[in-house]
């Protein structure tokens, strides 16, 4: 079997970087998708020592959502299509700004919601037509139900796994898996302000569910660590009455 | 964020500012207090502490930056674990020339203690084999030195005083095969132990014996020595980065390493060591990383934690002085868990603050015992002095001002080096 060509937007992010590694050590060829075109460099450079048969950067603003179609275009043709697509883009807002200062949750917005969004759409057409594939994108367990200290970056991560979970009904008959990855608390610079606890995981545990059950072919959403998937059940069931009052 | 940290033998627990260093932008961050480089907190005393301070946590910072298979010059991050490190590059056929004991620590920490292996004599220590580094100043500036420069030779085994190390190019050595040939027999009486070991660690790559000191008597001490030769063949090297398969990280501190459990498991190993003498095939992990094989293995001295004690004493002194500290432990009546002796070769030190030197090394586990066992290494304190030797730092939790300035004859030119802006608990007590 030839090597895995793998695209992975947003890939500076901890999780990505995680996943990547291990894609590296089965011996495929990874694309990385980012902004800082020096991060993404010292990321590659890491990657090949670990085993990747190539590597290439990307560098491109992915909150920038003009023109998506041709450079998608460009992207796709790059390896004459692509076997995956990791969508792991995002940051972690400051809820309070949002709640006052609107411009900036416009930005956030843009970049967890509907860059996320548009950029899935894309990649859907060309599976859709590729037939083949796998479309895999962060979500959160902060999407299952918003809550007074998470909900606008909860909100986009709602209307990700809405959007994964159209694409999955979609693309089930042509073929192309998609699958949402909730993770929980997850240990990364992005989250270096909280203090830790027996919930949280580390980014290489998170990393390795993801390319576990991507390996299998799975569909559908997967918690990682897998105690998420009862601790989000019973969230989205508590009562009203209960959820108001119990601020956690 | 103010984060309560721990050190790998458990000293009481300190309030440190935490900070996760990503790499770039590349500068220090903005703290009130002072700056500690830290990466897998293996050391065992104060030397990965900064008591109301702040620690730079380098374990993001864990990328390969270039491998040259040509000359098999690595350049990478200082936050690389050695672990990982072997699992990608013993497979390319090459290796590090000098691991410690335990393939957890960073590429940072190994550099800033200037760790030594079991083939100290042959190999020297990690720093001999560092070719460059960057080193991150809280002035601003990010320089790369080499061997020769000063500022280079007083940051290896410069205990992450003189900046952050963001960089290391290390010279590897080429090596195929996973299989170690190992022979192993048993000498009794300290003084054949000690010609023993200096013959075998002539004779063999690595060297180091085991040492029963629940019966502490120099005529009648116990050692087991085990020599050991690369050889080829042997599979698959990814093991180097997997986790130990017995871990006791999530069980509660209950401390299992006591009196009675010491005495049972040294005269238990012992008879069996005894029983099997000769020469085997080994697999290299399950020998140069033994302590390995059970993750988080300090959490079995308990909530208390453990002490280790390693000295080195110069040769002429080392038969005497060797005698002199097991007559002292038979005294105390404390209880040593392990003990494990090395023969250290005449390489010059590779840095200013290196602990290796010419003679023999003599490393002891203790369950903590605060008062009992400081009363205990004051009075070996006292013959590491009159032998002329030093105690290890990266072990170290007592050592005196008197002894380690006695001990480290470069420390003032060293203390020129030190960033303005870093400090650690173990400099605060013996160095500045």
């Given at each position: 079997m030839?090597?895995?060509?793998?695209a992975?937007?947003?890939?500076?992010?901890?999780?990505?970087?995680?996943?990547?590694?291990?894609w590296?050590?089965?011996?495929?060829?990874?694309?990385?998708?980012?902004?800082?075109?020096?991060?993404?460099?010292?990321?590659?450079?890491?990657?090949?020592?670990?085993?990747?048969?190539?590597?290439?950067?990307?560098?491109?603003?992915?909150?920038?959502?003009?023109?998506?179609q041709?450079?998608?275009?460009?992207?796709?043709?790059?390896?004459?299509?692509?076997?995956?697509?990791?969508?792991?883009?995002?940051?972690?807002?400051?809820?309070?700004?949002?709640?006052?200062?609107?411009?900036?949750?416009?930005?956030?917005?843009?970049?967890?919601?509907?860059?996320?969004?548009?950029?899935?759409?894309?990649?859907?057409?060309?599976?859709?037509?590729?037939a083949?594939?796998?479309?895999?994108?962060?979500?959160?367990?902060?999407?299952?139900?918003?809550?007074?200290?998470?909900?606008?970056?909860?909100?986009?991560?709602?209307?990700?796994?809405?959007?994964?979970?159209?694409l999955e009904?979609?693309?089930?008959?042509?073929?192309?898996?998609?699958?949402?990855?909730?993770?929980?608390?997850?240990?990364?610079?992005?989250?270096?302000?909280?203090?830790?606890?027996?919930?949280?995981?580390?980014?290489?545990?998170?990393?390795?569910?993801?390319?576990?059950?991507?390996?299998?072919?799975?569909?559908?959403?997967?918690?990682?660590p897998?105690?998420?998937r009862?601790?989000?059940?019973?969230?989205?069931?508590?009562?009203?009455?209960?959820?108001?009052?119990w601020?956690? | 964020?103010?984060?309560?940290?721990?050190?790998?033998?458990?000293?009481?627990?300190?309030?440190?500012?935490?900070?996760?260093?990503?790499?770039?932008?590349?500068?220090?961050?903005?703290?009130?207090?002072?700056?500690?480089?830290?990466?897998?907190?293996?050391?065992?005393?104060?030397?990965?502490?900064?008591?109301?301070?702040?620690?730079?946590?380098?374990?993001?910072?864990?990328?390969?930056?270039?491998?040259?298979?040509?000359?098999?010059?690595?350049?990478?991050?200082?936050?690389?674990?050695l672990?990982?490190?072997?699992?990608?590059?013993?497979?390319?056929?090459?290796?590090?020339?000098?691991?410690?004991?335990?393939?957890?620590?960073?590429?940072?920490?190994?550099?800033?203690?200037?760790?030594?292996?079991?083939?100290?004599?042959?190999?020297?220590?990690?720093?001999?084999?560092?070719?460059?580094?960057h080193?991150?100043?809280s002035?601003?500036?990010?320089d790369?030195?080499?061997?020769?420069?000063?500022?280079?030779?007083?940051?290896?085994?410069?205990?992450?005083?003189?900046?952050?190390?963001?960089?290391?190019?290390?010279?590897?050595?080429?090596?195929?095969?996973?299989w170690?040939?190992?022979?192993?027999?048993?000498?009794?009486g300290?003084?054949?132990?000690?010609?023993?070991?200096?013959?075998?660690?002539?004779?063999?790559?690595?060297?180091?014996?085991?040492?029963?000191?629940?019966?502490?008597?120099?005529?009648?001490?116990?050692?087991l020595?085990?020599?050991?030769?690369?050889?080829?063949?042997?599979?698959?090297?990814s093991?180097?980065?997997r986790?130990?398969?017995?871990?006791?990280?999530?069980?509660?501190?209950?401390?299992?390493?006591?009196?009675?459990?010491?005495?049972?498991?040294?005269?238990?190993?012992?008879?069996?060591?005894?029983?099997?003498?000769?020469s085997?095939?080994?697999?290299?992990?399950?020998?140069?990383?033994?302590?390995?094989?059970?993750g988080d293995?300090?959490?079995?001295?308990?909530?208390?934690?453990?002490?280790?004690?390693?000295?080195?004493?110069?040769?002429g002194?080392?038969?005497?002085?060797?005698?002199?500290?097991?007559?002292v432990?038979?005294?105390?009546?404390?209880?040593?868990?392990?003990?494990?002796?090395?023969?250290?070769?005449?390489?010059?030190?590779?840095?200013?603050?290196?602990?290796?030197?010419?003679g023999?090394?003599?490393?002891?586990?203790?369950?903590n015992?605060?008062?009992?066992?400081?009363?205990?290494?004051?009075?070996?304190?006292?013959?590491?002095?009159?032998?002329?030797?030093?105690?290890?730092?990266?072990?170290?939790?007592?050592m005196?001002?008197?002894?380690?300035?006695?001990?480290?004859?470069?420390?003032?030119?060293?203390?020129?080096?030190?960033?303005?802006?870093?400090?650690?608990?173990?400099?605060?007590?013996?160095?500045?």
């Open positions: 030839s090597a895995q060509r793998i992975i937007f947003g890939a500076t992010s901890a999780i990505a970087e995680a996943c990547a590694r291990q590296a050590g089965t011996g495929a060829r990874l694309m990385l998708v980012g902004r800082d075109a020096s991060r993404l460099e010292r990321i590659a450079a890491d990657l090949r020592i670990r085993g990747a048969t190539e590597v290439r950067c990307v560098v491109r603003d992915l909150s920038h959502v003009n023109d998506l041709p450079w998608m275009d460009a992207l796709w043709s790059e390896w004459n299509g692509l076997d995956l697509c990791l969508v792991a883009q995002g940051t972690l807002p400051d809820t309070k700004r949002c709640e006052s200062d609107i411009d900036y949750a416009k930005s956030v917005l843009e970049l967890n919601a509907d860059a996320c969004l548009l950029l899935l759409l894309a990649l859907a057409a060309r599976f859709e037509a590729q083949s594939g796998q479309l895999l994108a962060l979500g959160s367990v902060a999407g299952d139900r918003g809550r007074a200290g998470n909900y606008v970056y909860g909100a986009a991560k709602a209307a990700l796994a809405t959007l994964m979970s159209g009904q979609r693309l089930a008959p042509r073929g192309v898996q998609v699958l949402t990855i909730k993770p929980g608390w997850v240990d990364t610079p992005m989250t270096a302000a909280f203090r830790k606890g027996p919930l949280w995981a580390s980014a290489e545990k998170v990393a390795r569910d993801i390319v576990r059950t991507s390996l299998r072919g799975r569909s559908g959403v997967v918690y990682s897998a105690f998420w009862p601790i989000a059940w019973v969230v989205r069931m508590l009562p009203g009455w209960l959820f108001r009052r601020r956690f | 964020m103010s984060v309560e940290v721990r050190c790998w033998a458990g000293l009481p627990t300190a309030h440190h500012e935490r900070i996760d260093w990503s790499g770039s932008p590349a500068s220090l961050p903005e703290t009130a207090g002072s700056l500690l480089p830290r990466g897998a907190g293996r050391s065992y005393g104060d030397v990965c502490l900064n008591p109301g301070g702040s620690l730079i946590d380098t374990r993001w910072t864990d990328r390969y930056v270039a491998f040259d298979p040509e000359t098999g010059v690595l350049r990478c991050e200082s936050g690389l674990r672990g990982t490190l072997l699992a990608h590059l013993r497979p390319l056929g090459w290796t590090l020339p000098v691991v410690p004991g335990t393939r957890w620590v960073t590429v940072g920490g190994a550099l800033a203690n200037d760790v030594h292996g079991k083939n100290h004599r042959h190999a020297g220590s990690f720093g001999h084999h560092v070719r460059a580094i080193l991150l100043r002035d601003g500036s990010l790369r030195l080499a061997p020769g420069e000063d500022r280079f030779t007083a940051t290896i085994g410069g205990l992450g005083l003189t900046g952050l190390v963001t960089e290391v190019a290390l010279q590897l050595r080429r090596r195929s095969g996973m170690l040939q190992e022979h192993a027999s048993h000498a009794r300290l003084d054949r132990v000690l010609s023993e070991l200096d013959t075998a660690s002539a004779q063999h790559e690595y060297a180091a014996v085991w040492l029963d000191m629940t019966q502490p008597d120099p005529e009648r001490l116990f050692g020595l085990l020599a050991a030769d690369p050889i080829e063949g042997g599979g698959d090297a093991g180097f980065a986790p130990a398969r017995i871990g006791v990280g999530r069980l509660p501190r209950l401390p299992l390493v006591g009196r009675l459990s010491t005495r049972v498991f040294n005269a238990v190993y012992r008879r069996l060591a005894a029983r099997h003498p000769g085997r095939r080994v697999d290299e992990r399950s020998c140069l990383f033994t302590l390995d094989s059970i293995w300090n959490r079995l001295y308990g909530s208390s934690g453990l002490r280790q004690y390693q000295c080195v004493l110069p040769l002194t080392a038969p005497g002085g060797m005698e002199a500290l097991c007559r432990l038979s005294d105390s009546r404390v209880t040593c868990s392990l003990a494990v002796l090395k023969r250290f070769g005449d390489q010059r030190p590779a840095g200013m603050l290196s602990f290796p030197r010419e023999f090394t003599l490393a002891m586990d203790f369950p015992d605060e008062e009992r066992l400081l009363v205990l290494f004051r009075r070996l304190d006292a013959i590491v002095l009159e032998a002329g030797g030093a105690v290890y730092p990266a072990k170290d939790a007592h005196s001002r008197e002894l380690f300035r006695a001990a480290f004859t470069r420390t003032d030119e060293f203390a020129a080096h030190v960033d303005p802006r870093f400090s650690s608990g173990f400099w605060r007590r013996v160095g500045a």
